[in-house]
């Protein structure tokens, strides 16, 4: 590859970065698409998150389980969905 075609691939890159990094930036958080218990992956992978919006329980650190009225944010640990 030419000198000239690595500088510009270079650049490219860098000012990819730079635009993620200016995203990042002046971003206010993160909205997750709340689904059912019934909808959440079949073969979740330890460190998932998902909102849930027919939790049961609301309570720190409990399974969830769907069928309730409760929206949460759910976290797999490689065993179950827990509230978070």
Request: glycine share 10%.
């Amino acid at each position: 590859m030419r000198a000239d075609a690595i500088a510009h691939n270079q650049l490219m890159i860098a000012q990819g970065i730079e635009q993620l990094a200016h995203q990042i930036e002046q971003s206010t958080g993160l909205q997750l698409t709340s689904v059912t218990f019934g909808e959440l992956p079949t073969a979740p992978r330890v460190g998932m998150l998902a909102c849930v919006s027919d939790s049961a329980l609301a309570t720190w650190g409990a399974v969830i389980a769907g069928g309730g009225t409760n929206t949460v944010l759910a976290f797999y640990d490689g065993t179950n969905w827990v509230v978070k």
